[in-house]
T-cell receptor, first 110, second 114 residues
């Protein structure tokens, strides 16, 4: 059973059109939930860590939120440079490994 | 970049040949990881290391071995490459201690097995 499921697989947005990405997870105990951005031909780039339900983190046009079963990455008024694949990963209690979802590929058109 | 260098960046090899990928870090982090990334599967953990000569298997370790003789280097070996091992391989590092231990990734090695 997959621990981390991301939806949608792909998202096409017009510049300025806000939207949200979903990451649902199933773990026995959550040490942390991580969001990464990945550009073509590059490795994932760390964005945020969330630790407990109700927590929120922001960076420029991105805002990540966390509940007990899922996380959302909100993209407000996106620009073409926000086009990338966004990955979600979870880290279980007493573990240092991350389990990743398959990602959401976001394309923002000017 | 988080001080991680992967080599080579691209490699084409034939089925049945051994292949070694190298990951070098300048951060002196304790934990190092090898992941593979395939369309539709996301990143899957192959092996990881929690110190010099201390390694363990991940979820897709069959056909792979690793070695870590120095803190800064983590080698991934495909003992006899198969077409199913065509993939992009990423090395990652983390401090591994304390509350926050995000992984930081290299830029990957694209391996094609013909």
């Amino acid at each position: 059973e997959d621990q981390v499921t991301q939806s949608p697989e792909a998202l096409r947005l017009q510049e300025g059109e806000s939207s949200s990405l979903n990451c649902s997870y199933t773990v026995s105990g959550l040490r942390g939930l991580f969001w990464y951005r990945q550009d073509p031909g590059k490795g994932p780039e760390f964005l945020f860590t969330l630790y407990s339900a109700g927590e929120e983190k922001e960076k420029e046009r991105l805002k990540a939120t966390l509940t007990k079963k899922e996380s959302f990455l909100h993209i407000t008024a996106p620009k073409p440079e926000d086009s990338a694949t966004y990955l979600c990963a979870v880290q279980e209690t007493n573990d240092y490994k991350l389990s990743f979802g398959a990602g959401t590929t976001v394309t923002v058109r000017a | 970049d988080a001080g991680i260098t992967q080599s080579p960046r691209h490699k084409v090899t034939e089925t049945g040949t051994p292949v070694t990928l190298r990951c070098h870090q300048t951060e002196n982090h304790r934990y190092m990881y090898w992941y593979r990334q395939d369309p539709g599967h996301g990143l899957r953990l192959i092996h990881y290391s929690y110190g010099v000569k201390d390694t363990d298997k991940g979820e897709v370790s069959d056909g792979y071995s690793v070695s870590r003789s120095k803190t800064e280097d983590f080698l991934l070996t495909l003992e006899s490459a198969t077409s199913s091992q065509t993939s992009v391989y990423f090395c990652a590092i983390s401090e591994g201690e304390g509350r926050s231990s995000p992984l930081h990734f290299g830029n990957g090695t694209r391996l094609t097995v013909t």
